[in-house]
């Protein structure tokens, strides 16, 4: 078993959605829990980053951690085809760069 | 210009070649990384490097070597390529290895592999 896991998708929704992207883990000592977003022939780059559990809000994004459940997601809201893309969770124990743990990411469609 | 530099972006190359990536960065950053993305399998960490004499193995090592020749350049070479190093490979950058703050991990463009 994987330690997160993470639906490929696709996901297909229509301009205005909301979307909700999600990820399971298993490793109870997570702490730190990142979103990014990948552009197709791009690299990753972080959308949202949260410590331990509760919400955070960046405009259209909102990143939950229920650590309970040990199951984080990502929710956009009015979406846009701009927001087609990848998007990976990331998460760690300590918070180290060298031990992030990715999820396989979901590919998201946003279609006008 | 980019801020992390990844050279080749695609390379096609023949089992049992030597084949050097190369990531060169201008944030000025101290911590550098690669990684692989397989489909289905996200990213992997293969080697980090937090300053020029620290190289450490990452998740996935095995049939692979860096380089780090100065703050800003960090190579990754494949000695004798395997088709299952097919992959696409990220070089990173990050000004503290920890999460939080502000800090963040800054990724190259990626450079598409094929081994046949």
């Known amino acids: 078993q994987k330690e997160v896991e993470q639906d490929p998708g696709p996901l297909s929704v229509p301009e205005g959605a909301i979307v909700s992207l999600n990820c399971t883990y298993s490793?109870?000592?997570?702490?730190?829990f990142m979103w990014y977003r990948q552009y197709s022939r791009k690299g990753p780059e972080l959308l949202m980053y949260t410590y331990s559990s509760g919400n955070k809000e960046d405009g259209r994004f909102t990143a939950q951690v229920d650590k309970s459940s040990k199951y984080i997601s990502l929710f956009i809201r009015d979406s846009q085809p701009s927001d087609s893309a990848t998007y990976l969770c990331a998460m760690s124990v300590s918070g180290g760069y060298n031990k992030l743990i990715f999820g396989a990411g979901t590919r998201l469609a946003v279609h006008p | 210009d980019a801020d992390v530099t990844q050279t080749p972006r695609n390379r096609i190359t023949k089992t049992g070649k030597r084949i050097m990536l190369e990531c060169s960065q201008t944030?000025?950053?101290?911590?550098m990384y690669w990684y692989r993305q397989d489909p289905g399998l996200g990213l992997r960490l293969i080697y980090y490097?937090?300053?020029?004499?620290?190289?450490n193995k990452g998740e996935i090592s095995d049939g692979y070597s860096v380089s780090r020749q100065a703050q800003a350049k960090f190579s990754l070479s494949l000695e004798s390529a395997i088709p299952n190093q097919t992959a696409l490979y990220f070089c990173?950058?990050?000004?503290?290895?920890?999460?939080?703050?502000?800090?963040?991990?800054?990724f190259g463009e990626g450079s598409w592999l094929t081994v046949v």
């Open positions: 944030k000025g950053h101290d911590r």
């Open positions: 490793n109870s000592a997570f702490q730190y």
């Open positions: 490097s937090f300053d020029v004499k620290d190289i």
């Open positions: 990173a950058t990050s000004d503290s290895s920890v999460v939080g703050g502000g800090n963040t991990i800054y």
